[in-house]
């Protein structure tokens, strides 16, 4: 069975720097995709940022980065230019690309932003 | 779209009651999910829908938990006997297939067993 594990459970930033969340997952697949979803307080989760594991390039969205290592099977999330909002738990999450599979979250990361 | 939506929100009830949670997805999402949260951990699935067919439980889902989708759409989730236990929050989310395509989650639904 696929495993995702976060090993930071809680981490601290200060607005305008960047910080990096860790992920490491474990599978048998070749084919899959990796997620970072964010969970607000009391609101809804969303998806921050997507990879394929066929893609080598590292997947970017705006201020919000990802460095892929395959053959370590680590995919950790690095925020730039910090702000109050990205203030939330960040999960990491895992998608085999055989079917039915569902996603498989690690127990998330809590960040906070101080001003 | 007006995203995956679930009612109730939060929930409290007596240990041994039942209860029902409905989830509505994003319209013409085939694939239906739920998932429970309990604080501090991530979501952990609980079950799938592809249309009305339920395609794979997980063996987190007791003999108490069932779940519907009867036509596709809206789908249940209902819990009977209800033990302190069940204390969770019970996420939907909805898709439009597998692999790279997004899953949207709703806002979830908190219960309290007391």
């Known amino acids: 069975a696929q495993t995702v594990t976060q090993s930071q459970p809680e981490m601290s930033v200060q607005e305008a720097e960047t910080v990096t969340l860790s992920c490491t997952y474990d599978t048998s697949e070749s084919d899959y995709y990796l997620f970072w979803y964010k969970q607000p307080p009391s609101r809804q989760m969303i998806l921050v940022i997507r990879?394929?594991?066929?893609?080598?390039q590292n997947a970017t969205e705006n201020r919000f980065s990802v460095n892929f290592q395959k053959a370590a099977k680590s995919f950790s999330l690095k925020i730039s230019d910090s702000q109050l909002g990205d203030a939330a738990m960040y999960f990491c999450?895992?998608?085999?690309?055989?079917?039915?599979?569902?996603?498989?979250f690690g127990k998330g990361t809590r960040l906070s932003v101080i001003a | 779209d007006t995203g995956v939506s679930q009612n109730p929100r939060h929930k409290i009830t007596k240990r041994g009651q039942n209860v029902t949670f409905r989830c509505d997805p994003i319209s013409e999402h085939n694939r239906l999910y739920w998932y429970r949260q309990t604080l501090g951990q991530g979501p952990e699935f609980l079950t799938y829908f592809q249309n009305e067919a339920q395609l794979e439980k997980s063996r987190l889902l007791s003999d108490r938990f069932s779940a519907e989708r009867p036509k596709g759409s809206f789908s249940t989730l209902e819990i009977q006997r209800t033990e302190q236990g069940d204390s969770a929050m019970y996420l939907c989310?909805?898709?439009?297939?597998?692999?790279?395509?997004?899953?949207?989650f709703g806002e979830g639904s908190w219960l309290t067993v007391v």
């Open positions: 989310a909805s898709s439009s297939g597998g692999g790279r395509n997004t899953i949207y």
């Open positions: 999450a895992y998608r085999g690309n055989s079917g039915n599979t569902p996603l498989v």
């Open positions: 990879q394929e594991a066929y893609k080598q």
